[in-house]
């Protein structure tokens, strides 16, 4: 005898399993460390985000935060659920993703970790774009010079213009660059211009803390390709903020084109001792888990960003 229970009279959610609302609630707790913080972001109010938290404590019977004077943190049950929610939920796009793959237009979250200095000279510039050729598309965008674990931090994309550290990942290459030296016009104004790499010793100079590969500028001098060992005056422990201090005047910097290119073109910075400068180009990648560079949403987003870095090259 067939049923006659409507499809809509099943329950959202099949007891003892946690709803998807409570789990992306809850990860935004994780992420924020704040009940208010996600629900001003939501439009809600604090008690509302609490309570899916309470019911997922009261689901899986474990404390999954500490509550103090001093903030929010996880417990050990809490960061194991954090990691497997983020999977939960990226999969769940996903499906939404293949289910919607012939409609004309991308739709969904994508979480795209990128450097500072990638993301303020070029992802955001580059972003009111996106936006207009895919209105159904959101954009969560997180800068940190670090490598991020795409699995276990749920990211979909990560642009990274190293060498590749982690087997197991798709890559594939959506630009390149240069690396030239430049200087904000005030300094070479009141400095001179080098005219050699080896004038160099009598200019300030702005590293890098952290990354000694580039504090060894490359030229070309005779002919040959020659790593060039540099100390500054001034350093900085990332690549924006050194940046910022070769625009402020401080000193010389070795930068690559993708970040300087809209500086130089608009005279903020000069580039010196081109004739040296190094012609090798170096590759930018878009790394994501296996799979998912399939995914509409995923591949409307790389395919834009290699588009918009081919007209900065």
Same mark, same amino acid.
């Given at each position: ?8 009279a099943? @329950? ?5 399993? &946690? +709803?998807?609302?409570?789990l992306?609630?809850?990860?935004? #707790? +994780? ?6 913080? =996600? ?6 109010? +604090?008690s509302? #985000?609490?309570r ?24 050990p049950?809490?960061?194991?659920? $954090? ?7 990226a &999969? ?6 293949? $289910?919607? +793959? ?21 992802? #955001? @510039? &580059?972003?009111?774009? !996106?936006?207009?050729?895919h ?5 969560? $965008? ?11 931090e ?19 290459? =959506? ?12 300094l $070479?104004?009141?400095l ?33 390709r ?14 924006? !903020? ?5 625009c ?26 081109? @004739?040296?400068?190094?012609? =090798?180009w170096? @590759? ?9 560079d ?11 960003? &290699? ?7």
């Amino acid at each position: 005898m067939p049923s006659k229970t409507r499809p809509d009279a099943f @329950p959202p959610e099949a007891p003892g399993h &946690a +709803a998807p609302a409570d789990l992306a609630l809850f990860v935004r #707790v +994780a992420e924020l460390g704040s009940f208010s913080a =996600v629900a001003r972001e939501r439009d809600g109010v +604090a008690s509302q #985000v609490s309570r899916a938290v309470d019911r997922l404590e009261a689901l899986y019977r474990v404390r999954l935060l500490r509550r103090s004077t001093h903030g929010l943190s996880l417990t050990p049950e809490g960061g194991t659920l $954090l990691q497997h929610a983020r999977q939960v939920l990226a &999969a769940l796009g996903d499906l939404a993703d293949e $289910l919607s +793959a012939r409609r004309e237009r991308a739709s969904g979250v994508v979480r795209l970790a990128v450097s500072p200095a990638l993301a303020q000279c070029f992802v #955001v @510039p &580059a972003l009111p774009a !996106l936006a207009a050729r895919h209105p159904d598309l959101r954009i969560e $965008l997180h800068a940190d010079d670090r490598i991020v674990d795409l699995a276990a931090e749920g990211f979909d994309v990560a642009l990274r213009t190293n060498h590749l550290r982690h087997e197991g990942l798709v890559a594939r290459r =959506v630009g390149r660059f240069r690396r030239v030296v430049c200087a904000a016009p005030a300094l $070479l104004a009141r400095l001179g211009t080098p005219q050699t790499p080896a004038d160099l010793a009598r200019f300030p100079l702005v590293t890098h803390l952290n990354a000694g590969h580039l504090n060894r500028w490359t030229f070309v001098v005779d002919g040959e390709r020659r790593p060039w060992p540099v100390s500054g005056r001034f350093s900085a422990n990332t690549t924006w !903020l050194g940046l910022e201090m070769v625009c402020s005047g401080l000193g010389l910097g070795w930068h690559s084109t993708l970040l300087v290119a809209p500086l130089l073109a608009r005279g903020e910075l000069v580039e010196v001792l081109a @004739p040296f400068r190094d012609p =090798v180009w170096a @590759p930018v990648w878009a790394v994501m888990l296996p799979e998912r560079d399939r995914l509409p949403r995923i591949r409307a987003v790389v395919d834009f960003l &290699a588009e918009a870095m081919r007209e900065e090259g």
